[in-house]
């Protein structure tokens, strides 16, 4: 079974430009959570989704947002870029949320630098 | 609200020498416990999980066991491999808080062995 796939892998942008990020789950895995990697603020909670809804969502400002596709692929956006915003973001999925049994499983992250 | 303290590192070892990596925890209710690793350039692997107390997760020769009365959940490993060099992270989740599979992570602690 294929793990999850994020793309681009790696990703330079300039200050006040926006980017989108991609992640597909694992074959039959409702939820998507993403995280920001950095190495001053460790991995943070950005949101999760299931079945196409925003679950739960993390301390971050409105110019981080995403949205879950019906085949759970997930997109996150991130707009009006800041220098801070240059992490490694990854992406996780599990089968359903919320459950105490349930495991994630990580992507290889996007790299996002911006200049 | 809920957080994970991992000992800092790095931590240098001589191969096949005896591995402890402390966690512990703050919740107000009872979470899921994780040890995560992360290899250079890569995504997070779960490496073993506890969902109650008493538990022990095992896997590759790692062993942690959820302590409720410490609240701490230790990573063990008792002779460690140059290829054990990595990153380890703690985490919780606490489904019952309505958090989803929302994870909290530890700092991270650097395993670096020498052969």
């Known amino acids: 079974k294929a793990g999850v796939t994020q793309t681009p892998r790696y990703l330079i942008k300039t200050r006040g430009q926006q980017v989108t990020l991609s992640c597909s789950p694992i074959?039959?895995?409702?939820?998507v959570s993403w995280y920001q990697q950095t190495p001053g603020q460790g991995l943070q909670f950005l949101f999760e989704?299931?079945?196409?809804?925003?679950?739960n969502k993390g301390n971050f400002p409105g110019r981080f947002s995403g949205r879950q596709f019906s085949n759970s692929r997930s997109e996150m956006n991130v707009s009006t870029l800041e220098l801070g915003d240059s992490a490694l973001y990854l992406c996780?999925?599990?089968?359903?949320?919320?459950?105490?049994?349930?495991?994630?499983?990580f992507g290889p992250g996007t790299r996002l630098l911006v200049l | 609200g809920d957080s994970v303290t991992q000992m800092e590192g790095p931590v240098t070892l001589s191969e096949e020498a005896f591995l402890t990596i402390n966690c512990t925890y703050t919740?107000?209710?009872?979470?899921?416990l994780f040890w995560y690793v992360q290899y250079p350039g890569e995504g997070l692997q779960l490496l073993l999980k506890?969902?109650?107390?008493?538990d022990k997760g095992s896997n590759k020769g790692f062993e942690a066991t959820y302590r409720k009365e410490t609240t701490s959940f230790h990573l063990e490993k008792g002779s460690v491999q140059v290829s054990d060099s990595a990153v380890y992270f703690c985490?919780?989740?606490?489904?019952?808080?309505?958090?989803?599979?929302?994870?909290?992570f530890g700092g991270g602690t650097r395993l670096m062995v020498k052969p």
């Open positions: 996780a999925s599990s089968l359903i949320s919320g459950m105490l049994e349930e495991t994630q499983y």
């Open positions: 074959s039959g895995h409702r939820s």
């Open positions: 989704y299931f079945s196409e809804t925003q679950r």
């Open positions: 919740a107000t209710g009872y979470p899921s």
């Open positions: 506890a969902t109650k107390a008493d």
């Open positions: 985490a919780l989740s606490d489904p019952a808080k309505n958090a989803g599979n929302m994870l909290t």
